[in-house]
């Protein structure tokens, strides 16, 4: 079943937090997914450093170095200058500077250990158990950025484990993160003819296809907009998603619209979520003038619009 969140704020005024406030929206929605909980994080790097986050799983201490230690001996060798770092929970986060080929850093960093996200202004934060387990794990509450995205998951294909849970990060592109509820049916005829040019995937988890997907349209120089249009023709079966980027946000509905999704807008926010109790926890004891978006459309939001 699963459920998906997502919010941008466009000013600075927030009553929440972004992780606040994801957290407030899955909560609300947890029932649809009480296996694992995820947020993608958007803050922006004023630097343009990229920030990475592996996964060490629960390891010794002593293990957990080793881990560390061959990550940071492998990100020296392909050019990146680590200029911070910290263990928090069972991940490795770091923050490098960078001048090569993101592309090809994330599939060599992904051959030496597993990639949560890499980007400028992504984190990606995910674990078994509820909104309120992760956030006790990885401090999310304490997050303050510009948008976001979350989801909770219920396992159906797939084993309970914090590498299986949304969000995903469009592997090989900086930035890009999707959460997804559905499933795409041609997946395979779609990830071959992406592998065919190259790509890699690190899972054979559908919403990973398409994050990818849509990074690939956006690197040729597609707007984020048109990109959702063509997805909707371009990806076979049941799906209502969210995808944001560096500046934006967006959401796309198959024509069936079979998975749900409610929206509320005003002009310091917008937010999506599977439910509507999710948007009533950000204005709690009010009522909202919300819409359903219809069958097949798609919508992108960012914080000059």
Same mark, same amino acid.
């Given at each position: ?17 972004? #992780?606040?406030? $994801? +957290? ?22 004023? =630097? ?7 996964? $060490? ?10 881990? +560390? ?21 069972? /991940? ?20 030496? &250990?597993? *990639?949560?996200? +890499? ?5 990606? *934060? ?10 006790? @794990? ?14 909770? @998951? ?5 084993? *309970? ?7 995903? %990060? ?10 997804? /509820? #559905?499933?795409?049916? /041609? ?23 398409? &994050? ?10 597609? &707007? ?24 934006? +946000? ?23 979520? =599977?439910?509507? *109790?999710?948007? /009533? ?19 992108? %939001?960012?914080?000059?619009?």
């Amino acid at each position: 079943m699963c459920g998906i969140a997502g919010i941008m704020y466009r000013g600075d005024d927030q009553a929440f937090g972004t #992780g606040e406030a $994801l +957290i407030r929206m899955l909560d609300g929605c947890q029932h649809r997914g009480p296996d694992s909980t995820g947020f993608a994080l958007y803050a922006p790097e004023a =630097s343009g450093r990229l920030k990475l986050r592996f996964f $060490l799983g629960e390891l010794s201490a002593r293990d957990s170095q080793g881990a +560390i230690d061959a990550i940071r001996a492998r990100l020296i060798e392909l050019g990146a200058v680590i200029e911070q770092e910290a263990s928090v929970g069972e /991940n490795y986060r770091v923050t490098v500077r960078f001048e090569g080929d993101i592309q090809k850093l994330s599939y060599e960093m992904e051959h030496a &250990a597993k *990639v949560i996200s +890499i980007g400028t202004s992504l984190e990606i *934060v995910k674990d078994v158990g509820s909104a309120h387990d992760v956030d006790d @794990r990885y401090d999310v509450h304490e997050f303050r950025g510009t948008h976001g995205l979350g989801h909770v @998951r219920l396992a159906t294909e797939s084993d *309970v484990k914090p590498e299986a849970s949304h969000p995903f %990060w469009a592997t090989g592109f900086a930035d890009v993160a999707i959460v997804h /509820n #559905g499933q795409i049916t /041609n997946y395979w005829k779609m990830r071959r003819r992406l592998e065919q040019r190259d790509f890699e995937f690190t899972t054979d988890n559908d919403s990973e296809l398409i &994050a990818v997907y849509l990074a690939d349209k956006l690197a040729q120089g597609v &707007a984020l907009e048109d990109a959702l249009a063509t997805s909707i023709d371009d990806l076979d079966g049941t799906f209502s998603f969210l995808v944001s980027t560096r500046d934006e +946000i967006g959401y796309a509905k198959d024509r069936l619209a079979a998975k749900p999704m409610i929206m509320y807008q005003d002009d310091d926010l917008v937010a999506i979520a =599977s439910e509507e *109790v999710s948007l /009533n926890r950000l204005f709690p004891g009010q009522a909202l003038n919300t819409r359903e978006p219809a069958p097949g459309t798609y919508a992108t %939001w960012s914080r000059s619009t």
